[in-house]
């Protein structure tokens, strides 16, 4: 079994909707991080939490650390969007990042 | 990020020949991480450097596989005698260090894409 799980694998939707990506680990971490990784491969850090949740544009980033899941959402979907969303845990007193497998999102226009 | 380059972008290699992935960290951050992303894999931690020291090395493969990040210049990662398993993106990124019990975030580069032949 993975350290760390996303669901779903892949998720397709229309532009506007909701969308829920979730992460649950197995291992005690430091922080957790959501990456979103564009069609062309190049991977941008867009949270790093170890608690609450944090919001940044239409995305917000919550993290529940006593159940060891994270999810992340998009409000107001958009097409630009699209691109592989990956949670990834820094190991409690390590600095590398363990990496889910992440979530393929299509948002279709 | 802009900030974290490696080069070159796309490199070709036959089997058994040397790959070397360069990577130049943000200006002002001193550690390093190398990752690596098979095909239809998700990303693997390889290792973790700073300034002529490797701090983590456990994900490395034993055997053809080398890291450095010296004193002046890039880090390099450095393949030898290449078979068609290698073939992945291979993504560094760096980090500032604010004290051992913060973590750091990481901002990655562009990535390599090696392919063997």
């Known amino acids: 079994k993975n350290e760390v799980e996303q669901s779903p694998q892949n998720l397709t939707a229309q532009e506007g909707e909701f969308i829920t990506i979730n992460c649950s680990y197995s291992?005690?971490?430091?922080?957790l991080h959501w990456l979103q990784q564009h069609p062309g491969g190049g991977i941008v850090s867009l949270f790093m939490l170890s608690s609450g949740k944090k919001k940044h544009g239409r995305l917000i980033a919550t993290i529940n650390i006593q159940e060891k899941h994270s999810s992340l959402h998009i409000t107001a979907s958009h097409p630009r969007d699209s691109a592989v969303y990956i949670c990834a845990v820094s190991i409690q007193g390590a600095q590398k990042l363990v990496f889910g497998q992440g979530t393929r999102l299509t948002i279709n226009p | 990020n802009a900030g974290v380059m490696q080069n070159p972008r796309h490199l070709v290699r036959r089997r058994g020949q040397e790959a070397r992935l360069r990577c130049s960290p943000m200006?002002?951050?001193?550690?390093v991480y190398w990752y690596r992303q098979l095909p239809e894999e998700g990303l693997k931690f390889m290792v973790y450097?700073?300034?002529?020291?490797?701090?983590?090395e456990s994900g490395m493969p034993k055997e053809r596989f080398s890291a450095e990040f010296p004193k002046e210049g890039p880090s390099i990662l450095r393949i030898q005698q290449v078979v068609r398993g290698d073939s992945a993106a291979y993504f560094c990124?760096?980090?500032?260090?604010?004290?051992?019990?913060?973590?750091?975030?990481?901002?990655f580069g562009p990535g390599t894409r090696l392919t063997v032949l």
């Open positions: 450097l700073q300034k002529e020291n490797i701090i983590d």
């Open positions: 990124a760096s980090s500032s260090r604010r004290g051992a019990k913060h973590v750091n975030e990481q901002f």
């Open positions: 200006k002002g951050h001193s550690h």
């Open positions: 291992v005690g971490i430091s922080a």
